[in-house]
Structures are given as C-alpha cells and as structure tokens.
C-alpha cells in the first residue's frame, strides 16, 4: 500500500512539474500516450530453445514494471516472435515486427547469425536493433551501423583480459591457444593478440585450432603440450572445452587455464571434464552468478529470487539465462525512462548511446553500463574468476579493456 | 484440362497477380515465401509423391540453391535471375550424383542416407577451405533487387512477381513431365518395381533422374529463397528444414501438383499460429494442428480437396 501511495506521489509529482515536457511529446510509430511496443525475436523452439529463456525473463521483468504503472505512465508492450534459431525466420519476423505490428524498435534479438541475417534491413529501415544478444565484436561499429548496438562484453574485449592478466602476473608466459576455426574463435584469437601487442606476440608458442565436426580435441591438445607451454588459453564451445581441459589433465600436463566464458558453466563444461580436473581454471564473469554463495544474502539476488518466485516460478535461479534476461530488461527501462516524452527511434538511439555509468544491482560490483555515439559496447568490463574445485571464487579487480 | 479447369486457373492466376496490390509489404515478402516453398515442396513431390522414394535431406539441395545464388552475386558479380538456372543446373547435377549410389538404397535405407545428406550439410557449409567462397558461419548478405524498366512496383511486389513467374513456369514444367511418358514411368516404379522393369523401363536411370530433377527444383527454390531472404548461412539450413519440407509433402498431399501449394501454405504459417497460441510450447501446438491435418485429411489437402469435388459431382 505503502510504495503504491509512493508511486501515484511521483507520478503526480511528475505530471505537476514537467508541463513543458508535456507539451513536447514526439512519437514514432509504436509509441503513444499509453503504451510503447518493443520487438524481439528468440529461439522458443529450436536447438537453441535454452536461450528462449531470455526472452521469457524479459517478458515476465515487464509484467512487473507495468503492475507498478509502466515506464513514465506508458506500458510496455513487449512482442516477441520464436525465430527457432533460423536466420530465414528472424528476417521474416523481423519484417512483421517493423512493417506489421509497427514496434518502435527491436531489443535483445539473439543470435550471431540472425542479427547479421537482419542487420541491413534494420539500418536501412532506421529502426534500432538494440543490445542484441551475442558476444560478436561487429556489432559496435556505430559509424557504419549506426542503428545496431551491441549488450554484453564482446569476445575481443574479454581476450584481452585474459591477456592483461598473463602480461601482470607472468611477463615471461609461454602460451598455448587452443581455437574454434570460425568467425567466433578468431574475434577471440584477434582480441588477445591485440591484447599482448606486438612486442609479445612471442610468448605465444603454440596455436591449433579445431573444426566443429571434429569429434575430439585430444590429438590438438598433444600437440600443444608438446611445444613447452605452462600456459593454456581455451577458446571453444562447451562441448570441447570439457573435452580440452580433461586431455590436458590427463595427459600430465599442468599449464595455467584460461577458459572462455562461453565455456565457464560448471554443469556444462567443468562437471563433464571432471571437477577435480578443473581446479584452477580461470575464465571471467560480470553477472553475479545466483548459485554463488558468496552473493546467498546479497540484496540484489534476494530480489531477484523474489522476482523469480512472484512473475516466473517456472524459472530456474540456476540457469544462468534467467539473470541475464532480468539484467537487461532493467537496461531496457532505462533507455524508455530517459527518453521521456520524445519517444522517436532517433532519440531511443540518443539516450542508448549516452549512459553514462549506469548501475544495474545484479551485475558485479563495479561493473556498469556506458556507451557514446562512438561507443556501441555498453559493456565493457568483467572480473577474473578462479575455480576452486567446487565453485568459482572472484578475485583481483574489475577490469576494462583499453580501447 | 476440362474448361471448368482451365476458368479455375485463370481465376487462381488473377488472385495471384492482385495480392501485391491489396497485401503490405510484409504480407507480400510472406506470400512469395509460400511459392518458394511451393517449387521446393514440389521437386520433393516429384521423388516421393510420384516415385515413391523418401528423401530426409532435401534441404541440403536447397542450401546448395541458395548458396548457389549467393555466391555467383557476392562473388562472381552475377545478376540474380541468370542464378536462378545455374543454381537449378548445379542442384540437377548434384541429385543425379546422389541418386546413383542411393539407387542400390530402398525404403528406409536410402531415408537414412539422405538424412546423412542434410545433417551433415551446415557443417560442410562451415568447412574452413570453402570460407572463402561461403563466408563461413557468418553466411552471405546480398542486395534486393529493384524493378527493372522503371516498372512502378515496390521491392517486394517485384520480388514477389519475378518468384510467382518461376514458380508457374516449374509447375508447367512439372504438369508436362507428369502427364507423359516419364510420369506414367515414375508411377509404375513407385506402384510395382519388378512389374515395371519387366515392362521394360530403364528403373535405374529413371530413378536417378527423379532424383535429378527433384533436387533441381529444390535448388531452384532455394536460390529464390535467398534472393527473398537476401541472407544465407549454413544455421538456415539444418536438418529441420528437410523434415519440414516431407511434412509439407505429406500434409498436402503426395503425388498432387496442387498439394504443393497447400503445403507451402501450412509449412509457411502454421508455425507462426502456433508460437502466436503458445510461446511455451510452439512445437507441442504445431504437432497438435499436424496430428489433426493427419487424422482428418489422410490423403492430405489436395486428396480432401478432391473427395469434397467428387462428392458433389456424384450427388
């Protein structure tokens, strides 16, 4: 009762002290007095239907924030289509969005493949496609895309962590790097070499890169023992980095690990190559991870537990996907709360890339969100994280990627 | 063909022509969708329908269409109608290549092999010597066509008449093929091997060539589903594609040109009713409509189509 006499307060707060703001309301398609409609696309079937969970926290975050009134006095009308993971259908349901159900904008499209399967169109329409859900580096590129912008640490700006972190701890490292031979296993290789500089390309000794049809890394792993290495970068999908990180330990071979955090699940990667195994893996994180229980009385995680409990009981705290939905929606309200009453896509783009140090509770201490209209990558820093034979352990500083 | 026919056509023909102009574009991108899946679900119909073998990979012709297309534009500079036959040419070619060892295959056997086919697909289309060429897991984008000769037609309606041309040429193809020699041939193989081999039909080579020409008309349709979707990468054309394609053979009827279309229609939007009815479980209510198309229209589509003419004519 209580926090809703508060809200009506500064609700009527609001409507007294802005009239001038009233009467400069601006809209886009999608927008008007009562609501704003936001697209998305999500794989909710599919053989990446695990992400579609994403899509549903976003949705059940909504629900939320329109019981306690909406977004400035408008509801958000969050409509999200399944695309199965196909990029066909993300273009298909992509043009629904814009042409059809006239969304002012797309927010959080997933997938690598779809969003570049819809990343002209998007720029060529001049409707955002905002914070999209894939660590690929090209989405911050706001000169030539200037209506796409990327969420979560790219794959370049991680690496280079990890390069830092060898470069500060072991300047005379000898480094083995294991990769996917795709797009996604050289944005990785490209940010930690440009993270060493070239003065120490050297220390790199080794390189051996897999393809995806391959059924083991084990010959790869051989090899890169054999060059001497005392340290181990990992660069591959869960699947083979169990399998990397098993051979190496296997094979007598104690290299310090770093592991990409496409791979650091334990129940997906660590459990499979043995937990005893994995002790000492290094990979980095910047979500607070729920499970964690250095975070069991943290504010933020208790909420986010009542959240779950109240909007979606069907969730699951463990699943990392949940967090991650919740945490982005929080963005979404944000750039709709700073626009204001100028709810045009040119302003949605303005206010997106003009954050400046924005606190979200359940990302790591530290850690926030800011971006320019040179600077499309919200998210820039992580924290390094060091796996103790049952949980990961946070150590050391937040760090940022140099730009 | 009757008058009643022919009039029934014209009529068709005419509707198809007016939809661009009353439908918006997105509505318009969505119908030229339905006559791309119509040529694929077609070619698919001219190897199981009418020869009776079952192909669980159809949709790597389609990727070899598209890719096809998608590469002669990215690379080769080609305009996107002179793709269109190559891709067809290519795919022609491939099929026949795959129909010659899948001959000594029957049944489920050579199901199982051409499943191999579409699985291993998007992987092959990721295999790192070929980057260069298919752009590797990050796929093609490619440009949309204007209207040629100032025709006042907006992107997508020329898309839309361009693919709507193909598609009436490919059914003619498909009708004159069927009513022949080749198609009573077909039939006979599919109907009784042994009967037909002694009749003196060359099986071996037929079945090759059913092989052939359904991969190039998939490969035809997948070129134009590139040019449409102006994107392609090896996640669009993963096993599922394949199976959606025998799903939409069946549901609208084996061994019906007309079929081809209905199931183009159900592949096309029954999907999108389902994920609209339930966002938890898409494919749970897709297999629901699925069951009941089975269960109330076991001949699919066109075979309830005919029974319901041929009911009225006998009353």
Same mark, same amino acid.
């Given at each position: 009762?209580?926090?809703?006499?508060?809200?009506?307060?500064?609700?009527?707060?609001?409507?007294?002290?802005?009239?001038?703001?009233?009467?400069?309301?601006?809209?886009?398609?999608?927008?008007?007095?009562?609501?704003?409609?936001?697209?998305?696309?999500?794989?909710?079937?599919?053989?990446?239907?695990?992400?579609?969970?994403?899509?549903?926290?976003?949705?059940?975050?909504?629900?939320?924030?329109?019981?306690?009134?909406?977004?400035?006095?408008? %509801?958000?009308?969050?409509?999200?289509?399944?695309?199965?993971?196909?990029?066909?259908?993300?273009?298909?349901?992509?043009?629904?969005?814009?042409?059809?159900?006239?969304?002012?904008?797309?927010?959080? =499209?997933?997938?690598?493949?779809?969003?570049?399967?819809?990343?002209?169109?998007?720029?060529?329409?001049?409707?955002?496609?905002?914070?999209?859900?894939?660590?690929?580096?090209?989405?911050?590129?706001?000169?030539?895309?200037?209506?796409?912008?990327?969420?979560?640490?790219?794959?370049?700006?991680?690496?280079?962590?990890?390069?830092?972190?060898?470069?500060?701890?072991?300047?005379?490292?000898?480094?083995?790097?294991?990769?996917?031979?795709?797009?996604?296993? %050289?944005?990785?290789?490209?940010?930690?070499?440009?993270?060493?500089?070239?003065?120490?390309?050297?220390?790199?000794?080794?390189?051996?890169?897999?393809?995806?049809?391959?059924?083991?890394?084990?010959?790869?792993?051989?090899?890169?023992?054999?060059?001497?290495?005392? =340290?181990?970068?990992?660069?591959?999908?869960?699947?083979?980095?169990?399998?990397?990180?098993?051979?190496?330990?296997?094979?007598?071979?104690?290299?310090?690990?770093?592991?990409?955090?496409?791979?650091?699940?334990?129940?997906?990667?660590?459990?499979?190559?043995?937990?005893?195994?994995?002790?000492?893996?290094?990979?980095?994180?910047?979500?607070?991870?729920?499970?964690?229980?250095?975070?069991?009385?943290?504010?933020?995680?208790?909420?986010?537990?009542?959240?779950?409990? %109240?909007?979606?009981?069907?969730?699951?705290?463990?699943?990392?996907?949940?967090?991650?939905?919740?945490?982005?929606?929080?963005?979404?309200?944000?750039?709709?709360?700073?626009?204001?009453?100028?709810?045009?896509?040119?302003?949605?783009?303005?206010?997106?890339?003009?954050?400046?140090?924005?606190?979200?509770?359940?990302?790591?201490?530290?850690?926030?969100?800011?971006?320019?209209?040179?600077?499309?990558?919200?998210?820039?820093?992580?924290?390094?994280?060091?796996?103790?034979?049952?949980?990961?352990?946070?150590?050391?500083?937040?760090?940022?990627?140099?730009? | 063909?009757?008058?009643?026919?022919?009039?029934?056509?014209?009529?068709?023909?005419?509707?198809?022509?007016? +939809?661009?102009?009353?439908?918006?574009?997105?509505?318009?991108?969505?119908?030229?969708?339905?006559?791309?899946?119509?040529?694929?679900?077609?070619? +698919?119909?001219?190897?199981?329908?009418?020869?009776?073998?079952?192909?669980?990979?159809?949709?790597?012709?389609?990727?070899?269409?598209?890719?096809?297309?998608?590469?002669?534009?990215?690379?080769?500079?080609?305009?996107?109608?002179?793709?269109?036959?190559?891709?067809?040419?290519?795919?022609? +070619?491939?099929?026949?290549?795959?129909?010659?060892?899948?001959?000594?295959?029957?049944?489920?056997?050579?199901?199982?092999?051409?499943?191999?086919?579409?699985?291993? $697909?998007?992987?092959?289309?990721?295999?790192?010597?070929?980057?260069?060429?298919?752009?590797?897991?990050?796929?093609?984008?490619?440009?949309?066509?204007?209207?040629?000769?100032?025709?006042?037609?907006?992107?997508?309606?020329?898309?839309?008449?361009?693919?709507?041309?193909?598609?009436?040429? $490919?059914?003619?193809?498909?009708?004159?093929?069927?009513?022949?020699?080749?198609?009573?041939?077909?039939?006979?193989?599919?109907?009784?091997?042994?009967?037909?081999?002694?009749?003196?039909?060359?099986?071996?080579?037929?079945?090759?060539?059913?092989?052939?020409?359904?991969?190039?008309?998939?490969?035809?349709?997948?070129?134009?589903?590139?040019?449409?979707?102006?994107?392609?990468?090896?996640?669009?054309?993963?096993?599922?594609?394949?199976?959606?394609?025998?799903?939409?053979?069946?549901?609208?009827?084996?061994?019906? +040109?007309?079929?081809?279309?209905?199931?183009?229609?159900?592949?096309?939007?029954?999907?999108?009713?389902?994920?609209?009815?339930?966002?938890?479980?898409?494919?749970?209510?897709?297999?629901?409509?699925?069951?009941?198309?089975?269960?109330?229209?076991?001949?699919?589509?066109?075979?309830?189509?005919?029974?319901?003419?041929?009911?009225?004519?006998?009353?």
């Amino acid at each position: 009762m209580m926090k809703r006499m508060t809200c009506m307060a500064a609700v009527l707060g609001v409507a007294l002290a802005s009239p001038a703001a009233l009467a400069q309301k601006k809209y886009d398609p999608g927008a008007s007095d009562s609501e704003i409609k936001v697209g998305n696309t999500n794989p909710y079937s599919g053989p990446a239907s695990a992400y579609g969970a994403i899509g549903k926290s976003i949705a059940a975050y909504i629900k939320m924030v329109n019981e306690q009134g909406g977004v400035n006095g408008r %509801k958000i009308n969050w409509i999200s289509y399944d695309d199965g993971y196909s990029p066909p259908k993300t273009v298909e349901m992509a043009r629904k969005l814009v042409e059809q159900d006239q969304v002012l904008f797309l927010y959080q =499209t997933l997938g690598t493949p779809s969003n570049t399967a819809i990343h002209k169109y998007m720029n060529m329409k001049k409707v955002p496609q905002l914070h999209v859900a894939t660590g690929a580096t090209k989405w911050n590129d706001p000169k030539e895309y200037h209506w796409t912008m990327g969420w979560q640490p790219n794959y370049q700006d991680e690496a280079k962590v990890y390069a830092k972190h060898i470069l500060q701890t072991r300047p005379n490292a000898k480094i083995a790097i294991l990769y996917q031979n795709d797009d996604y296993g %050289k944005d990785y290789l490209k940010g930690f070499e440009d993270g060493l500089g070239k003065d120490h390309l050297k220390m790199i000794v080794a390189k051996a890169s897999y393809e995806v049809a391959e059924p083991t890394v084990d010959s790869q792993i051989l090899q890169l023992k054999a060059s001497g290495a005392d =340290t181990f970068f990992n660069i591959s999908t869960p699947k083979f980095a169990a399998q990397a990180i098993r051979a190496a330990y296997d094979s007598g071979w104690k290299p310090v690990q770093y592991v990409n955090n496409v791979s650091a699940s334990i129940g997906a990667v660590l459990k499979p190559a043995g937990l005893e195994k994995s002790v000492g893996v290094i990979t980095t994180a910047y979500l607070k991870d729920p499970v964690d229980k250095s975070w069991a009385n943290d504010e933020a995680i208790k909420k986010f537990d009542a959240w779950l409990q %109240k909007y979606m009981p069907e969730g699951n705290r463990t699943d990392v996907n949940y967090i991650y939905g919740y945490t982005v929606a929080q963005a979404l309200v944000q750039v709709l709360k700073q626009c204001g009453d100028n709810l045009t896509r040119d302003n949605v783009m303005k206010q997106a890339a003009s954050m400046k140090d924005f606190k979200i509770d359940t990302l790591l201490p530290g850690i926030t969100v800011t971006t320019s209209d040179r600077d499309y990558a919200p998210l820039q820093a992580v924290q390094l994280e060091r796996f103790d034979g049952k949980q990961y352990e946070l150590f050391g500083q937040v760090i940022k990627s140099d730009r | 063909m009757t008058r009643k026919n022919i009039f029934l056509m014209a009529a068709l023909l005419a509707l198809a022509c007016a +939809l661009p102009f009353v439908l918006s574009n997105y509505r318009i991108f969505q119908m030229a969708l339905v006559l791309v899946y119509a040529i694929a679900l077609l070619g +698919l119909n001219i190897l199981t329908g009418y020869n009776g073998q079952i192909s669980l990979g159809h949709g790597a012709f389609y990727a070899i269409g598209a890719y096809c297309a998608a590469i002669l534009m990215d690379q080769a500079g080609f305009p996107y109608w002179a793709t269109v036959p190559v891709a067809g040419a290519v795919c022609l +070619l491939a099929g026949f290549l795959f129909g010659l060892p899948a001959l000594r295959l029957e049944g489920l056997y050579l199901a199982l092999a051409t499943f191999a086919l579409g699985v291993s $697909m998007p992987q092959l289309l990721k295999y790192h010597h070929l980057e260069k060429w298919t752009g590797g897991v990050q796929g093609i984008v490619i440009a949309k066509p204007d209207a040629p000769f100032g025709l006042p037609l907006n992107q997508d309606q020329w898309l839309y008449f361009f693919i709507l041309a193909v598609t009436i040429v $490919m059914f003619v193809l498909a009708y004159n093929l069927l009513h022949g020699r080749v198609g009573r041939a077909l039939i006979a193989i599919r109907d009784h091997h042994t009967a037909a081999e002694v009749m003196g039909i060359n099986t071996a080579l037929y079945k090759s060539l059913a092989f052939g020409v359904s991969a190039m008309y998939t490969g035809v349709a997948g070129a134009l589903g590139a040019i449409a979707v102006q994107f392609v990468a090896p996640d669009s054309f993963n096993v599922f594609l394949s199976i959606t394609f025998l799903v939409g053979v069946v549901v609208g009827g084996l061994a019906s +040109l007309s079929g081809a279309l209905y199931g183009a229609l159900f592949i096309q939007f029954v999907p999108n009713i389902a994920d609209e009815i339930s966002k938890a479980a898409p494919w749970a209510i897709f297999g629901i409509f699925l069951i009941a198309f089975v269960y109330v229209m076991p001949a699919g589509v066109a075979g309830a189509v005919r029974m319901i003419t041929a009911r009225r004519k006998s009353t």
